[in-house]
């Protein structure tokens, strides 16, 4: 059964930093082969997508992240990584990872994605 543990969530004061990790392990394909993203919910509202990066290590982010957030994988150690800078109080959420085998380009609904982790909470105080 495949699996995604996240990791390095916690408390910062609004512009601090934090680095969350995803370790993936038991997918049905090869972890090189998946469409890696971050996601996020916040209280009261909808899970969106952050950040993704594909196949071939080609990032992408939200308008919301981009600038301040870098999305990076290592494809012998299977795991993904965010490294969240200059963090707000809107970015205050439980963060996901998720994998998704037949892309192109990382998809941004949540339901295009195979495996999930169980999330990691992000706290931001001003």
């Known amino acids: 059964q495949g699996q995604l543990v996240e990791s390095g969530g916690g408390s910062v004061q609004v512009g601090g930093s934090l680095r969350l990790s995803c370790a993936s392990s038991g997918l049905r394909d090869s972890y090189s082969r998946y469409c890696m993203g971050w996601f996020r919910q916040a209280p009261g509202k909808e899970r969106e997508w952050s950040a993704g990066i594909d196949t071939d290590g080609v990032r992408t982010y939200a308008d919301s992240v981009k600038g301040r957030f870098t999305i990076s994988r290592d494809n012998a150690k299977n795991t993904l990584s965010l490294q969240m800078n200059s963090l707000k109080p809107e970015d205050t959420a439980m963060y996901y990872c998720?994998?998704?085998?037949?892309?192109?380009?990382?998809?941004?609904?949540?339901?295009?994605?195979?495996?999930w982790g169980q999330g990691t909470q992000v706290t931001v105080s001003s």
């Open positions: 998720a994998a998704d085998l037949d892309c192109l380009t990382p998809r941004l609904r949540s339901i295009e994605y195979d495996y």
